[in-house]
C-alpha cells in the first residue's frame, strides 16, 4: 500500500466485511477465499494502525472506529461504482435510483413517469419503495421523496408540496346517499388509522373547534393500517372512514372511489420534499428528473385549483337550480 493510501481491495474486503461481519460472507460476495479477505483486512488495519474488528465469541464485531471507517469507505466506493458506470455508459441509458414513500410512488409518481420517459430518453429510474427513513451515508441512492416536516440534516433538496389537506374520505356507499356524514355517522362507523399519522383523528376533531366535537368518541375500535397504500384501500372498500393526505388520493376522488365525507379539512403538518447527497447535487440526470419533478408538481397544482373551481361552480349551479 502506498502511503497514506489504502488499495482498493483490502477497501473492499474490509467493507464487504463491515457489512456482513462475517469474513466467509464477505469472501463469498468478493468471489475471494477466506484467507484472501483476511489478510487483506489485516494489512489495512497494519497501515492504518488502528483496530478496526473485535472478535468477541468467534462473533466479528466493529470497533467504533472501524464503524466509522466504514460508514464513510462504503461513500467512496460507491462513488467509484457511479462514477465507473458514468464513464461505461457514455451514450447509453443512466439509472437513477430513487428512494419513494410507496404509496406516494404507487398513487401520485409511477402515473406520471410516461411524461418523464416521453421527454428523457438517456435515463432509466430505478423506484425503490422506502417508507422509513433514508439516509445516504450507507446507502446507494440517488436521490429521495419523502414526507417530513423539515429537510433531514445535512442534504440539500427541494420542498414539493407544503400546502397538502388531511382530508375524511369514506367510500360512497357508507354516506347513504347524503352529501357528508354528520359527527354523530362518523363515530358510528370505524375509523381508519395510518401508522404515520397517529394523532390525525384526534387533531382533525380539535381543529373543528365545537364543542360537539371535543365529546365525539369512536363508537368502535379503530382499524390500524402499516402503510398508507393500505389504509385508502380499506376506506375503498367501505370498511370505515379515515382521513388521509389528499395528494394520496386525488385518483379515487376523481374516479369517485372515495368521496369526500365531511366538508372540514385540515392542513398537512408535512410537506413532501425532494433531497440527494450534496456530492450528487451537479450529476446532469439529477438535475434532469428534479426539474422534470418541479414542472410535475407545478401541472398538479394548476389540475388540482382546476378541480376546486369546478367544484364551486357545480355547488353555484345546484344552488340556483333549486
Known amino acids: 500500500m502506498r502511503l497514506g493510501v489504502p488499495s482498493l481491495s483490502a477497501l473492499q474486503a474490509f467493507e464487504a466485511s463491515a457489512r456482513h461481519q462475517n469474513f466467509a460472507q464477505a469472501a463469498q460476495e468478493l468471489a475471494l477465499t477466506h484467507g484472501a479477505v483476511c489478510k487483506r483486512v489485516g494489512e489495512l488495519e497494519k497501515h492504518l494502525g488502528v483496530a478496526l474488528f473485535e472478535r468477541v465469541k468467534q462473533r466479528l464485531v466493529l470497533t467504533s472506529a472501524g464503524a466509522e471507517y466504514a460508514k464513510r469507505i462504503r461513500v467512496h466506493l460507491d462513488q467509484i ?40 430518453r438517456d435515463v432509466r429510474l430505478h423506484i425503490l419503495g422506502r417508507d422509513q427513513p433514508v439516509f445516504f451515508d450507507d446507502s446507494a441512492f440517488d436521490a429521495t421523496i419523502y414526507f417530513s416536516t423539515r429537510l433531514w440534516p445535512g442534504m440539500p433538496g427541494t420542498a414539493l408540496i407544503t400546502d397538502d389537506t388531511l ?61 398508507f397504500i393500505m389504509a385508502i384501500n380499506a376506506a375503498v372498500a367501505g370498511l370505515g372512514v ?25 392542513a398537512n403538518p408535512q410537506t413532501i420534499y425532494f433531497s440527494y447527497p450534496a456530492q ?18 407545478e401541472r398538479y397544482r394548476a389540475e388540482r385549483a382546476e378541480g376546486a373551481e369546478g367544484a364551486i361552480n357545480s355547488g353555484h349551479s345546484r344552488s340556483t337550480c333549486s
Open 81 to 120: 461504482r457511479r462514477d465507473t458506470l458514468d464513464v461505461v455508459q457514455q451514450g447509453r441509458e443512466t439509472e437513477l435510483e430513487i428512494a419513494v414513500g410507496v404509496t406516494f410512488a404507487a398513487q401520485w409518481l409511477i402515473p406520471r413517469l410516461d411524461d418523464f420517459y416521453a421527454s428523457t
Open 167 to 227: 382530508t375524511l374520505v369514506a367510500a360512497p356507499r357508507l354516506l347513504d346517499g347524503e352529501p357528508s356524514l354528520s359527527l354523530d355517522r362518523i363515530a358510528a362507523l370505524s375509523w381508519i388509522c395510518p401508522r404515520d399519522l397517529p394523532r390525525v383523528w384526534d387533531d382533525w376533531l380539535a381543529s373543528l373547534g365545537t364543542t360537539q366535537a371535543s365529546e365525539i368518541r369512536p363508537q368502535r375500535s379503530p382499524q390500524r393500517y402499516d402503510m
Open 242 to 266: 379515515a382521513v388521509l393526505p389528499r395528494v394520496l388520493i386525488e385518483r379515487e376522488l376523481a374516479s369517485g372511489a372515495l368521496v369526500q365525507a365531511h366538508a372540514h379539512t385540515l
Open 280 to 297: 450528487r447535487a451537479d450529476w446532469a440526470p439529477l438535475r434532469q428528473f428534479d426539474a422534470w419533478l418541479r414542472q410535475a408538481v
